[in-house]
């Protein structure tokens, strides 16, 4: 059998293989990434539950048909490894955490949607009363419901610098408004089938990321889609507006950073054994129940 390649690209928690000028082989570690560090210790079983949640989702937009009325596509060619082209083909050590994908010309923006006042957004909306170029309501509390959820992109900075908040007009500039605007439009509508979806499970998504690519003219939704590490997931019967509500994802593991005052720069710190294996269980209860609501 034919070695795997050593990967042409590793991020904070993906490796990329090659297999040809078109595509390409997108493998989920188990490293856990908190505000653009990564830590010294996985996250045992994470790879195949972002990877499987993704999956999932993705499958979901196409079977909607919200990809064809938005005319957007996907980068996943094959998600079953057995069907993986040579030498990935059959790869236990890539079963259920990689995927065979379609090469793109990524946008150079994280695609953000926000339908709550959290993170970022609410440490924003204190100073200004605004987040991202967005003037909210005065009076807002944390967590609280916006009126409409919001597009707010931020900049893809280069492996270990920090992603930054910038405004839509910002993105527009760089991008033209063509491409910004449908960018927005694609964004807010996954966001808002996907959030209807899941609150019928008992389960609010506060915010989430996608990010895109360029193939052929068309627009791809590409790496990861809805995941725990993209997206702050809550407990519908436990939220209360004012405070940082328990959630599915890795607002948990930020929580904690923050309480040991780290300076968010690396070295990351190390984590006890607890905030691992809270950390597992969130990311397997969040799998379980976007299995079931997409079932």
Same mark, same amino acid.
């Given at each position: 059998m034919k070695s795997i390649p050593e990967p042409f690209y590793k991020g904070k928690v993906r490796d990329l293989?090659?297999?040809?000028?078109?595509?390409?082989?997108?493998?989920?570690?188990?490293?856990?990434?908190?505000?653009?560090?990564?830590?010294?210790?996985?996250?045992?079983?994470?790879?195949?539950?972002?990877?499987?949640?993704?999956?999932?989702?993705f499958e979901s937009l196409q079977n909607s048909g919200l990809m064809q009325k938005l005319d957007f596509g996907s980068h996943i060619i094959e998600t079953d490894v057995d069907r993986f082209p040579d030498p990935y083909r059959g790869r236990e050590e890539f079963r259920g955490r990689a995927v065979h994908v379609r090469r793109c010309n990524r946008v150079d923006f994280e695609c953000v949607v926000r339908?709550?006042?959290?993170?970022?957004?609410?440490?924003?909306?204190?100073?200004?009363?605004?987040?991202? *170029?967005?003037? %909210?309501?005065?009076? $807002?509390?944390?967590?609280? =419901?916006?009126p409409e959820p919001i597009f707010t992109p931020a900049t893809k900075a280069p492996l270990g610098e920090h992603d930054e908040n910038v405004t839509f007009?910002?993105?527009?500039?760089?991008? *033209?408004?063509? %491409?910004?605007?449908? $960018?927005?439009?694609?964004? =807010?509508?996954?966001?808002?089938?996907?959030?209807a979806k899941m609150e019928k499970s008992g389960i609010l998504l506060c915010?989430?990321?996608?990010?895109?690519?360029?193939?052929?003219g068309k627009l791809v939704l590409i790496d990861e889609v809805l995941t725990p590490d993209s997206s702050r997931y809550w407990d519908a019967a436990s939220y209360a507006p004012g405070q940082s509500p328990p959630g599915y994802d890795k607002q948990y593991v930020r929580d904690y950073v923050e309480s040991i005052?780290?300076?968010?720069?690396?070295?990351?710190?190390?984590?006890?054994?607890?905030?691992?294996?809270?950390?597992?269980?969130?990311?397997?209860?969040?799998f379980n129940k976007i299995k079931q609501t997409l079932a």
């Open positions: 293989y090659p297999v040809d000028d078109s595509s390409m082989i997108l493998a989920a570690t188990d490293r856990l990434s908190a505000f653009d560090v990564v830590f010294g210790q996985p996250v045992p079983g994470k790879g195949k539950i972002l990877t499987g949640i993704s999956n999932l989702w339908g709550y006042l959290a993170g970022s957004g609410w440490k924003d909306y204190q100073k200004t009363g605004e987040v991202s *170029g967005h003037a %909210l309501p005065s009076g $807002l509390r944390q967590a609280d =419901i916006l007009a910002s993105m527009k500039k760089s991008l *033209g408004e063509k %491409l910004a605007g449908r $960018l927005e439009t694609i964004s =807010i509508e996954i966001y808002k089938y996907a959030a915010d989430t990321k996608f990010e895109f690519g360029q193939l052929d005052h780290w300076n968010k720069s690396p070295p990351a710190p190390v984590l006890p054994d607890e905030v691992i294996n809270k950390t597992v269980d969130l990311y397997s209860i969040i």
